[in-house]
């Protein structure tokens, strides 16, 4: 069983940050990229940023210059430093990672999917 539990949204001004954490826990073999989504009201789940194995990362242009993904020192975690925060920012976002479970056949990568948080960002 694999987890994905994500944590630090909530309600910011306009201007502000938020940090959201995304920690990945069980049967894990191997963990490949890892990304964080987002999804607003009346609108299709969208990529916000990715961080793969090798480290390369990939913004969204609506995010670029103000968020940044990053993945903690034991590699099961994954950041999301959020600045200059936008009402358009207001959504729930998801982790994702793509994870090679111990009990895999394949060893191939799987999605896994955080329950998502809220970000609001509103004055």
């Known amino acids: 069983q694999v987890q994905l539990v994500e944590s630090g949204g909530g309600l910011v001004q306009p201007g502000g940050s938020l940090r959201l954490s995304c920690a990945a826990s069980g049967s894990i073999f191997s963990i490949d990229a890892m990304a964080w989504y987002r999804q607003a009201p009346g609108k299709q789940r969208e990529l916000v940023a990715v961080l793969t194995s090798g480290s390369s990362t990939t913004y969204a242009d609506s995010v670029k210059g103000r968020f940044t993904i990053s993945r903690g020192n034991a590699k099961n975690t994954v950041y999301l430093q959020m600045n200059s925060l936008k009402p358009e920012d207001t959504a729930v976002y998801y982790c994702?990672?793509?994870?090679?479970?111990?009990?895999?056949?394949?060893?191939?990568?799987?999605?896994?999917w955080g329950q998502g948080t809220q970000v609001t960002v509103s004055s």
């Open positions: 994702n990672a793509g994870i090679i479970s111990i009990i895999s056949t394949t060893m191939n990568p799987e999605d896994y």
